[in-house]
Structures are given as C-alpha cells and as structure tokens.
C-alpha cells in the first residue's frame, strides 16, 4: 500500500533542501497530520521521504532584529512553556493551551501546522494577528536560498499552500509588539480537548483610550483558508469600543467569511457562532 | 513496501534496534515487532490517548509517531511501569481507587499519569483534569481516574517533604 522508496534523514540544512531538490518528497515533521492522512489514505507518500528532525536550527523560539522567530519545528509545547513568548506574545501560548491535548502538543510543530494548511489550524490564527512571515528555504543549484512570504498570502485552499516543491519551510517570524500591544484567541468546538474548531477567533490591536488602533481579525474554519478580517478590522479601527461600534463589527463579520455546511456545523450556524463570539471577544477587549 | 530503516532506541530501559520500514508508526511497532500489546490502539488518529507512551520524558500518542522517530530516544510503554516489587505507585493507586472499568483506557491513562507525576509534584483536581483531555473513557469512569492521579501526585509530593 506504501510505497516509500527512499528515506532521508538530513543532518544540515543544506542537505535537506538539496535533498527536496531532486524531486517529489513528503517531508516529515511531528507527524501528527502526516500519520492519520496516509494510514487514511487522505494523502499518498511521495516516493522520498525526508525526516527534517535531525536539521539543526529548526527547533526553538528566538529574538533578533526587532522579530521573534518561531523555528518550524518548534513544538507546540515549547510554545506553551516559552518565556520570552510568554512576554512578548502571550496571545501564542494562550492559543497552544487549547491546541489538541497534551500528547498532540507534545509531538506537533508549528512548521507543521502552516503547512497542513487547514483552515481550522488553531496556531495560525494568532500568527495571522502578529503579521507573522514564513521563510521558505530551497536550493539554487549552488547555495540555500531564502524567500519571505506573508503568512496570509501563503494559503492556496485546504491543505495547499504557496510553498514550491523543493522548498522547506523553515520558519516563522514577526515583529516584537509595541506597547499597548493586546491580542485575543478564542475557538469553539463541541468538545474543550482536541476538537477541530468549528469556528476561531482572534482580534488584535494597540489599545489607546478605549480605541483600537492597528486592528487586526482572524477568523478560521469558515472560509477555504484562514482569513483575516479586513472589513471587520475597518469597522473597529480608531473607533471607541462602544456597543454600537461592537455591534457594527459583528455585522462586518459576515462579509469576511464564508463559511461552509460539513460534518461539524453548517454554515448558517458558523455565520451566528462568529457573529456572537465576535461580540464576546471586542467586548472582552474593551473592557480589558 | 516501503524501505527498511535500522532503528536503535532504549524501550523500557534495555537498548534494543529494529529495521522497520519507514511508514510504520510507533504503535504498530511495539505490538507487532515487539509484542508489547499494552499500548492499545483506539481512533488511530490522536483522539483518544488509549495509545500513549512516554518518549524522552514526554507523553506523546503512538500512533501519530513514526516508528523511525523512535531511533536513538529512550521509550517507556506501560510494560516499563513494572518495578522489581510488582505494580508501580501509580498503578497500585489505579487498583485500590477502582479506577478501571473496562481496561482498554486504562493503559493511556496510566502514562499519561505517569507523564503528568514526572512533571508537576502537585496539581488542582483542575489541572489533572485538564492534563488528561487527550484521553476518552469510554465507561465515562473520570472521576475516579483523575481522583487517582490527584491522590498520587499528592502522595509523591508528602513522600518528598517527608
């Protein structure tokens, strides 16, 4: 049924993106979509299977020129535990509290998590907030090369992405937030632990005065991929936060979304659900 | 069939190698390779933690794990529980509670346990339940179980101070 010819496991970066060069491969991270999708037969293994574990330098949360970079296979748990995440962008840990459970924290990676591309993926609705970039790496034929691409613009559809045969994504990077810095993340399934969300928020912006400013809206599982907001956004920005202005947000939803009916909700449901957590989360920011 | 990977890790504390081809996952490893049949298989998809194990110091599900992923790390299934005076404290604490309806949870429970111990001396009710969410009952028997791990990570803890 499997059919994996070749396995690969690089111990440099170089070797892993010369190694993707050479044709279709399957890369291997925490495995936690991988596995399922394959023994489902969701998904067929390429005939190269690269292992990226053993890259150094992909692991870890790091500070550098005024961003914070994620390493793709930084753990969902490192993220959880991260200190300087914890101060920087807590609105990171907070989403990974309520990613999967512990055992599926444990083993998933961030990298991963872009690159399954779902558009419930909980991580990358906080990402999505904090203008997030991911670097993809390849070969030239005679040096790695590296390209940045916005975390919005890298979603294609469910499960597909921008990212070119050959390349790994190797991170993920955004800069540090400014001072009156707030983000929140909320998601909603019928089960607290491991459900795939129904629906997912987040809102974030610089809080002055009562007003948001720099406003930025997610929204995941209820468009082909995960969306920002950018209506919702227009009707909160540099507004105070009064009733009315919520209210209005919670109307603008609706234009940013586009929600399909499927085994976990229908679409009218979805629609209500982001409607009324939308009014919930400005609310919960507005009296912050 | 896929290639064959030669694996070496450390399962239950004795070294031990494998070639395995490449597309298998941990689980089907240990009970079929290894014929160490108390780690359960359940969804299959990391729904249900009746298949966890610890690896490196961390409860992860084995059957979202590659078995290749297992090469040079150190892996403890619920066989490695067992110490030279029979049941572990854990496991003892599972029997004396009733914690055990029909079983098949049992094993993911007792890890995750184990995992939760390994990390924290003490812990709300709250936090065990929140520690155990990747594992279903399906007897419903909660309760039980997580008064179990609260009890011994409460016991551990005094074992400690004393």
Not at chain 2, 78 to 92: A, F, M, S, W
Not at chain 2, 122 to 131: A, I, L
Not at chain 2, 138 to 146: D, H, V
Request: with cysteine; proline share 5%.
């Amino acid at each position: 049924m499997h059919d994996i010819k070749r396995y690969l496991v690089p111990v440099s970066l170089e070797e892993a993106v010369r190694a993707a060069a050479e044709g279709d491969a399957t890369l291997l991270a925490g495995g936690t979509d991988l596995m399922p999708q394959t023994r489902t037969g969701a998904r067929s293994f390429s005939p190269t299977l690269i292992n990226l574990k053993r890259v150094p330098g992909l692991r870890g949360v790091s500070r550098e020129n005024g961003n914070i970079r994620l390493g793709a296979l930084t753990t969902v748990t490192d993220v959880l535990n991260d200190v300087l995440l914890r101060e920087a962008a807590p609105v990171l840990p907070e989403t990974a509290d309520h990613f999967a459970s512990d055992q599926v924290r444990n083993s998933a990676t961030i990298g991963g998590n872009i690159c399954n591309a779902s558009p419930a993926g909980d991580m990358i609705i906080p990402l999505l907030l904090l203008d997030a970039v991911v670097e993809l790496a390849s070969w030239n034929g005679e040096a790695v090369e590296t390209r940045s691409m916005p975390l919005e613009e890298f979603f294609v559809g469910p499960g597909r992405t921008k990212r070119q045969p050959g390349e790994i994504l190797t991170a993920v990077r955004f800069p540090v937030p400014g001072e009156g810095f707030i983000a929140r993340f909320v998601k909603f399934g019928t089960r607290p632990a491991l459900d795939i969300s129904v629906v997912s928020i987040g809102v974030a912006g610089v809080k002055e005065n009562g007003t948001l400013r720099r406003v930025r809206m997610a929204f995941g599982a209820v468009a082909p991929v995960p969306v920002r907001g950018r209506t919702t956004e227009a009707a909160v920005e540099g507004r105070p936060l009064t009733a009315e202005t919520i209210r209005q947000a919670s109307e603008a939803t609706q234009e940013d979304i586009s929600p399909i009916s499927d085994v976990r909700a229908s679409a009218w449901y979805r629609r209500e659900l982001v409607r009324t957590l939308t009014t919930r989360i400005l609310n919960d920011v507005s009296t912050s | 069939m896929s290639v064959l990977h030669s694996i070496r890790f450390t399962l239950n504390g004795k070294p031990v190698q494998a070639a395995v081809p490449v597309h298998l996952s941990a689980i089907d490893m240990l009970r079929d390779v290894f014929h160490l049949t108390g780690t359960k298989l359940g969804c299959g998809e990391g729904e249900c933690g009746a298949c966890t194990i610890i690896v490196d110091g961390v409860s992860v599900n084995s059957c979202l794990m590659f078995a290749v992923d297992c090469d040079g790390r150190e892996v403890t299934t619920i066989e490695g529980l067992r110490t030279d005076e029979g049941l572990n404290p854990l496991q003892k604490a599972f029997v004396q509670h009733g914690a055990v309806q029909c079983g098949f949870c049992t094993p993911g429970m007792v890890m995750q346990g184990t995992a939760l111990l390994n990390r924290r001396s003490s812990m709300t009710v709250e936090e065990v339940r929140r520690g155990i969410e990747g594992n279903l009952c399906r007897c419903t028997g909660y309760r039980k179980i997580i008064d179990t791990i609260a009890s011994a990570l409460h016991e551990t803890s005094s074992e400690e101070i004393s």
